[in-house]
């Protein structure tokens, strides 16, 4: 069943980059699949329909592209959700929902499905939705996730009570860790933080600075960015980047939580692309990273 997906999505090498919102955009995706991987477009917290199809522009005529969104933002945007089905994607992932209506509908148009899961019950409810490729996401990833067991203990447990392709996710830096995972049972792997410096990624001077500087050491779990912006996150799914002056500020303040104050400051080092105000998502894997790389490149070092 492995085998028949990879040929299915023409992987030629076994990594997909991960729909990281805010990085992961036409560019990078359709210079992962020229690489021989999977190129995912990502719509986060803040995807809307025109962002999507603004980024899918971007993609050549002909190119295989998979499409990333996060749950509740598909729900409160169905039209965003519309345009992911009209662009027949190689694969649609929907992520951090517990209600799986919308792989009928992706199946009925043709297009292979993949969620993330965090523990072996998401992975049951998913395997039993029908859902074609599930995502063992280890608390080691950047951005958001539930940060309940490692990477390679995840997948473990998760190929225990599925058939189907099981994706490896989490501080995947290189070629030796894409050989452990696969040796482990990983039908390939999903791959964020090492791409977030290619020349392809939409990640901001400011954001790349601080990458580069960083290393795993420096990335915390937190919730204080999605708190001072209003997004709709689930208590229990943190994400994880890099600790900065902001979330020295906010991360452990008492209640009540100053939202409009914290959200105020937030957007104006938005506005600035300062780094040291603003959520810049990683993994544990963030010091690895190498500057000028392309896409190809990065997939090539992932390359087993």
């Known amino acids: 069943m492995q085998d028949d997906w990879k040929a299915q999505l023409g992987?030629?090498?076994?990594?997909?980059?991960?729909?990281?919102?805010?990085?992961?955009?036409?560019?990078?995706?359709?210079?992962?699949?020229?690489?021989?991987?999977?190129?995912?477009?990502?719509?986060?917290?803040?995807?809307?329909?025109?962002?999507?199809?603004?980024?899918?522009?971007?993609?050549?005529?002909?190119?295989?592209?998979?499409?990333?969104?996060?749950?509740w933002v598909a729900r409160g945007n169905p039209e965003m959700f519309d345009v992911a089905i009209d662009a027949r994607p190689a694969l649609l992932s929907v992520s951090f929902g517990s209600d799986f209506d919308w792989v009928a509908r992706a199946r009925a148009a043709g297009i292979p499905t993949v969620t993330q899961v965090a523990d072996v019950a998401e992975a049951r409810v998913a395997h039993d939705a029908g859902v074609d490729v599930l995502v063992a996401r280890g608390l080691e990833g950047g951005g958001h996730g539930r940060p309940l067991s490692s990477r390679d203990e995840l997948l473990v447990s998760v190929l225990s009570v599925t058939d189907r392709p099981v994706l490896a996710a989490g501080a995947i830096s290189d070629a030796e860790d894409v050989r452990r995972v696969r040796a482990l049972g990983a039908a390939a792997v999903w791959v964020g933080t090492a791409f977030l410096l290619t020349t392809e990624a939409l990640t901001t001077p400011g954001a790349r600075q601080a990458l580069l500087a960083a290393t795993g050491s420096d990335t915390v779990l937190t919730r204080v960015f999605d708190r001072a912006?209003?997004?709709?996150?689930?208590?229990?799914?943190?994400?994880?980047?890099?600790?900065?002056?902001?979330?020295?500020?906010?991360?452990?303040?008492?209640?009540?939580?100053?939202?409009?104050?914290?959200?105020?400051?937030?957007?104006?080092?938005?506005?600035?692309?300062?780094?040291?105000?603003?959520?810049?998502?990683?993994?544990?894997g963030v010091g690895h990273l190498r500057d000028g790389l392309s896409a190809a490149d990065v997939v090539a070092m992932l390359t087993p």
Do not use: C, K
């Open 229 to 284: 912006l209003g997004y709709s996150w689930p208590p229990d799914i943190p994400e994880r980047v890099l600790a900065n002056r902001f979330t020295a500020r906010w991360h452990d303040q008492p209640p009540p939580f100053d939202e409009e104050l914290a959200g105020a400051e937030l957007r104006a080092a938005i506005t600035r692309d300062d780094p040291a105000e603003q959520s810049v998502n990683a993994g544990v």
């Open 11 to 71: 992987l030629r090498v076994p990594v997909v980059n991960a729909p990281m919102g805010g990085a992961a955009g036409g560019r990078l995706a359709a210079a992962v699949s020229a690489a021989g991987g999977l190129g995912m477009i990502g719509m986060g917290s803040s995807g809307t329909a025109e962002a999507l199809q603004r980024e899918l522009a971007l993609v050549p005529a002909g190119a295989r592209v998979g499409i990333g969104m996060v749950d």
